[in-house]
T-cell receptor, first 110, second 113 residues
Framework: AQRVTQPEKLLSVFKGAPVELKCNYS??????LFWYVQYSRQRLQLLLR??SRESIKGFTADLNKGETSFHLKKPFAQEEDSAMYYC????????????FGQGTELSVKP | DAGVIQSPRHEVTEMGQEVTLRCKPI?????LFWYRQTMMRGLELLIY????????DSGMPEDRFSAKMPNASFSTLKIQPSEPRDSAVYFC???????????FGPGTRLTVT
């Protein structure tokens, strides 16, 4: 079965601290993994995708096929990073439909 | 471009009433997706279209839900009759063929009393 698991519903850190939002997936083939972010009162928007291997707003995510994980990391959290973060999976030949995790709310305290 | 447009932004209705949610995708995008967001189940795909044709409706919860895409610039999601458990935020998203990113609308917050 295809599944995305984000074990933490809420993650609270202090400004300047490192942050890691966990994401594990279950998929039999070679999926494409994404991180989407939803800031307060804004639309859900793409943050990262694993194939581009880029750093956006200081965030990086590495696909670990052995551990079936795609954790999102940032070395120094900022208050403006506070948002809902969703990990999502897109399978082969599925029209690009996304299977989302439950989401993790990141709260960065001053 | 205004992005994906959804209307209404908020809808409050009584149980048993018909509810119609609307979506205008980004011009030129040929995939359209409807998602539902709830506290209990997170974001779930309900149905998606390619070139106005429904491709996968396996996420539609039951026969009370129906979706149409009469043309490339308009889609509706209808609930008839509505029930309190349908209360959620409904998102529409679109993407271009060959692209990887889905662009989301602002969502419609539905409350069924």
């Amino acid at each position: 079965a295809q599944r995305v698991t984000q074990p933490e519903k809420l993650l609270s850190v202090f400004k300047g601290a490192p942050v890691e939002l966990k994401c594990n997936y279950s998929y039999s083939g070679s999926p494409e993994l994404f991180w989407y972010v939803q800031y307060s009162r804004q639309r859900l928007q793409l943050l990262l995708r694993h194939i581009s291997r880029e750093s956006i707003k200081g965030f990086t995510a590495d696909l670990n096929k052995g551990e079936t994980s795609f954790h999102l990391k940032k070395p120094f959290a900022q208050e403006e990073d506070s948002a809902m973060y969703y990990c999502a999976l897109s399978g082969n030949n599925q029209g690009g439909k996304l299977i989302f995790g439950q989401g993790t709310e990141l709260s960065v305290k001053p | 471009d205004a992005g994906v447009i959804q209307s209404p932004r908020h809808e409050v209705t009584e149980m048993g009433q018909e509810v119609t949610l609307r979506c205008k995708p980004i011009s030129g995008h040929d995939y359209l997706f409807w998602y539902r967001q709830t506290m209990m189940r997170g974001l779930e795909l309900l149905i998606y279209f390619n070139n106005n044709v429904p491709i996968d409706d396996s996420g539609m919860p039951e026969d009370r839900f129906s979706a149409k895409m009469p043309n490339a610039s308009f889609s509706t999601l209808k609930i008839q009759p509505s029930e309190p458990r349908d209360s959620a935020v409904y998102f529409c998203a679109s993407r271009v063929s060959g692209g990887r990113e889905q662009y989301f609308g602002p969502g419609t917050r539905l409350t069924v009393t």
